[in-house]
């Protein structure tokens, strides 16, 4: 399979427990971002990573919320204590280096009870 | 700070006719424009893409229209088929010394194509 793949693509949780979604960009692709879609609009940009390095990450990144990509490959998004407003769906997205294109996941759909 | 706004937020449109969608940017950094389309459930999957430095590209059935100058952009769906049905994103980025860099999202419009 050469798309982005993300595990898992539903998760329900209860209010204040931690949940971890994990991201397989396609091969070779050394950026990876992570996105945040609710429901009727459009992504939001949460972080990227370009190899191991975390570049960038946006206000809307609480403490709550951390992302690793240990070895450059897969990557993954931690929400500690989450709470209701947390629920969404989170996009993984991967591109090579350069002015190429971003190629999304299916997404892990996070809803919190 | 909305800085995609797009439009419109709906659109019904008969099989054959040519939805446009439009969308307006307000920092003049941007120089990358995508169109994502999305179906429920499925993440969003790259149409086409557009720098600055043309001001229309076509793919297939898939036309976008670019101002400068207005800092608008569009897109036209030649021939809207039913399977068209699906909502659509506009984006904008900002090319830096490493490449595209994050995109930011218009608000989406949700396209409907009646038999």
């Known amino acids: 399979d050469t798309g982005v793949s993300q595990d898992p693509r539903h998760k329900i949780t209860k209010r204040g427990q931690n949940v971890t979604f994990r991201c397989d960009p396609i091969s070779e692709h050394n950026r990876l971002y992570w996105y945040r879609q609710t429901l009727g609009q459009g992504p939001e940009f949460l972080t990227y990573f370009q190899n191991e390095a975390q570049l960038e990450k946006s206000r809307l990144l609480s403490d709550r919320f951390s992302a690793e990509r240990p070895k450059g490959s897969f990557s993954t998004l931690e929400i500690q204590r989450t709470e209701q407003g947390d629920s969404a769906m989170y996009l993984c997205?991967?591109?090579?280096?350069?002015?190429?294109?971003?190629?999304f996941g299916p997404g892990t759909r996070l809803t919190v009870t | 700070q909305q800085q995609v706004k797009q439009s419109p937020q709906s659109l019904i449109v008969q099989k054959g006719g040519i939805p446009i969608i439009n969308c307006a940017y307000e920092n003049t950094a941007f120089d990358y424009f995508p169109w994502y389309q999305q179906f429920p459930g499925k993440g969003p999957a790259l149409l086409i893409a557009?720098?600055?430095?043309?001001s229309e590209k076509k793919e297939g059935r898939f036309t976008i229209s670019f101002n400068k100058s207005a800092k608008q952009f569009s897109l036209h769906i030649m021939d809207s088929q039913p399977g068209d049905s699906a909502t659509y994103f506009c984006a904008a980025s900002k090319t830096s010394n490493f490449g595209n860099e994050k995109l930011t999202f218009g608000t989406g419009t949700r396209l409907t194509i009646i038999p």
């Open positions: 557009i720098r600055p430095d043309v």
């Open positions: 997205a991967s591109s090579l280096e350069g002015p190429y294109e971003q190629y």
